[in-house]
């Protein structure tokens, strides 16, 4: 079979409209005019011999082989992009640039120690976004590897690599003062939780409800400055996950003798086109050796 030619560019075109699911989507994000995307959206669908996408007024649904397309064209780009600073590497020309999406309390305490390490070889931009939406950035080639956790689900069948990088266990947080040695004994306390709706908020009221009470919630937050503020300023407690607690204020500490019981896996997550691109290596690789526990 002869291979059909076509252009990198216009692979990048169409895992945009993918990505995207809308012609004018795929245009803001590549600088082009929706003409230029539809025009090359036509050309690669000529050089394929297939329907690529279903138009409709609401956007584009990738048919069956659109589907395979999509994927194989992401990681031609990856493949491509890895080869180009292989090339560079050769030529002792180092410096790249990394988009890394990263939960919030992970980025001071995980991810700009890196950061500050791998400079001026490898720049990181770094980007705030919760764990389903850091997944959901790779997946789209927005940003190039994710620090996230076990529970984010795939909301889409993009291959993705996932390495642990530590466990973060849940920690009762109290006045300094307080001597607590079970979290039954906060039954009748006030707390600041993260929202029911949220992740840790979620998660810390299916705590207390384990150990036999529904926690009297006075402040909904999932700023861990304000939870420590809010202890300070009337005695309340809270549960927050341990990367949070590097930096704690005079005033409030960890109850260490209480085990919570919640544990989640903290994880690095690239695409597995990505996973042997030598920048996404050391970059692993510098923050698994980053991960010492405060």
């Not at 992401?74 to 292989?86: H, I, K, Q, S, Y």
Request: hydrophobic share 45%; charged share 25%.
């Amino acid at each position: 079979m002869v291979t059909p030619s076509t252009s990198l560019e216009r692979l990048r075109v169409f895992h945009a409209v993918s990505t995207s699911g809308t012609v004018a989507g795929a245009a803001r994000s590549l600088g082009y005019t929706p003409s230029a995307v539809s025009q090359q959206l036509a050309a690669l669908e000529r050089e394929s011999g297939v329907a690529l996408v279903e138009r409709s007024n609401r956007g584009v649904v990738l048919t069956p082989a659109g589907e395979v397309m999509a994927r194989r064209s992401g990681e031609v780009l990856d493949l491509v992009r890895t080869a180009f600073e292989d090339v560079a590497r050769a030529a002792d020309r180092h410096h790249t640039t990394l988009s890394i999406a990263s939960f919030p309390t992970a980025i001071p305490t995980l991810l700009m120690p890196v950061r500050q390490q791998l400079a001026p070889e490898i720049d990181i931009v770094v980007v705030d976004a919760e764990p389903e939406q850091a997944l959901q950035l790779v997946e789209a080639h927005e940003a190039d590897a994710a620090i996230t956790d076990a529970d984010a689900v795939d909301l889409r069948s993009t291959d993705l690599h996932r390495t642990l990088i530590r466990m973060d266990p849940l920690r009762l947080v109290t006045p300094q003062g307080r001597t607590v040695r079970s979290l039954g004994e906060c039954a009748h306390d006030r707390w600041v939780l993260g929202g029911p709706h949220t992740r840790h908020g979620d998660a810390a009221r299916r705590v207390c409800r384990a150990a036999g009470f529904e926690p009297n919630v006075i402040v909904e937050t999932e700023d861990h400055h304000i939870a420590f503020d809010v202890v300070q300023a009337v005695g309340a407690v809270t549960l927050l996950p341990e990367l949070a607690l590097v930096d704690m204020p005079k005033g409030v500490v960890i109850a260490k003798k209480v085990d919570v019981g919640h544990v989640r896996r903290v994880e690095f997550v690239t695409r597995s086109t990505l996973r042997t691109n030598p920048a996404i290596v050391r970059f692993e690789q510098a923050l698994t050796r980053a991960t010492v526990r405060p």
